[in-house]
């Protein structure tokens, strides 16, 4: 009878092992992250569209981002020209990233400094790098040149123009 008992311990033993199954495992990972450069943007130099001559004939003076003017209607442009810029901003942040930017949707009002009222209107902003392609980071840096369109009136108030509050030129990482 120990013959038989032991035996069925033995056989209870082998089958008691084989009928239990794994219900857990462990299993290890590491984390890893990546921190970059934060990406700024630092102005240079503001839009200016220099001096202009108004006419009885509303019209436009452009100013590309590499700071051609070019006019239409009754504006005109003259020999000497003061200073003419586009906006310039330096953008920094990571070697070889790239990255959007977001330009004004909305005029932005440039009122005159001694005649209360009378104002014109920048709008049309474009960029160099565009705002379609955005910009690379070569080197960790690349300038950014803003221009736009100012709409002149009809016998515009002669004076100096200044918009009272800055536009805004935003760029992110791609």
């Known amino acids: 009878m ?69 006019t239409t209607g009754g504006v005109s442009t003259l020999p000497t020209t003061g200073t003419v810029t586009p906006a310039l901003f330096s953008v920094a942040g990571e070697d070889g990233y790239s990255y959007a930017i977001t330009l004004p949707l909305i005029p932005v ?11 014109m209107l920048a709008t049309n902003f474009a960029s160099s790098p565009s705002v379609i392609t955005g910009g690379l980071l070569t080197g960790g840096t690349q300038a950014l040149n803003v221009g736009a369109t100012l709409y002149v009136g009809a ?18 990482y791609n």
């Open 109 to 119: 009002v440039l009122n005159n400094t001694t005649h209360v009222g009378a104002f």
């Open 2 to 70: 120990k013959k038989v008992l032991s035996l069925i311990v033995i056989a209870s033993a082998i089958f008691a092992g084989k009928a239990v199954a794994q219900t857990s495992a462990t299993a290890t990972a590491n984390a890893f992250a990546t921190v970059i450069t934060p990406i700024t943007l630092t102005k240079t130099l503001d839009l200016n569209f220099g001096i202009l001559a108004a006419s009885a004939t509303p019209g436009t003076l452009k100013i590309t981002p590499a700071g051609v003017r070019s």
């Open 155 to 172: 016998n515009q108030t002669p004076g100096q123009y200044n918009s009272l509050l800055p536009f805004p030129v935003t760029v992110n």
